[in-house]
């Protein structure tokens, strides 16, 4: 037998200690690729074959009565200029700041993502935003 020690690819992925390998058809796999590049797909915050295969089974066993969901998201603490949001599927809190009339996500590091968009949810969030005269972007469709 010989041993591989993979292509740059698999050297570049990520490692993810508690994660297990699930094999689906190629066929679903494909699937699974096109269904990334919809904008339902965005919308949801999946990202990768493992986020759709993992919200797939929840969605099953959540049905089934053998999982029972926690909400991907909860606020924190409130501060001067930001927000602090728990995303318990990322295991990891973001800091939404608010500055300068823009929005920026620390673990994101981009001006538009889920975490903002939860924190734009939150009543006591845009109530201070909107008596600070923070130019609030327009709500977005949610994901049914
Ligand atoms: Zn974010």
Redesign the pocket.
């Known amino acids: 037998m010989t041993y591989s020690t993979g292509g740059t690819a698999k050297m570049t992925q990520k490692a993810r200690p508690n994660w297990d390998k699930i094999n689906v058809p190629a066929a679903m796999s494909d699937l699974i690729d096109q269904y990334l590049q919809t904008d339902i797909a965005k919308q949801r915050g999946l990202k990768s074959k493992s986020d759709v295969a993992t919200e797939g089974v929840k969605m099953l066993l959540e049905r089934d009565g053998m999982y029972i969901r926690r909400p991907r998201f909860q606020h924190l603490n409130m501060y001067e200029d930001h927000v602090k949001?728990i995303?318990n599927e990322m295991g990891r809190i973001?800091s939404?700041y608010f500055r300068h009339e823009k929005i920026y996500?620390?673990?994101?590091d981009?001006n538009e993502?889920?975490?903002?968009d939860f924190a734009l949810t939150i009543p006591k969030v845009v109530k201070i935003l909107e008596e600070k005269g923070f130019p609030l972007p327009k709500p977005k469709p949610k994901p049914t």
Do not use: F, L
Not at 105 to 108: E, F, K, L, T, Y
Not at 113 to 116: D, E, F, L, R, V
């Open positions: 949001v995303d973001a939404v996500c620390d673990i994101c981009a993502c889920i975490h903002a």
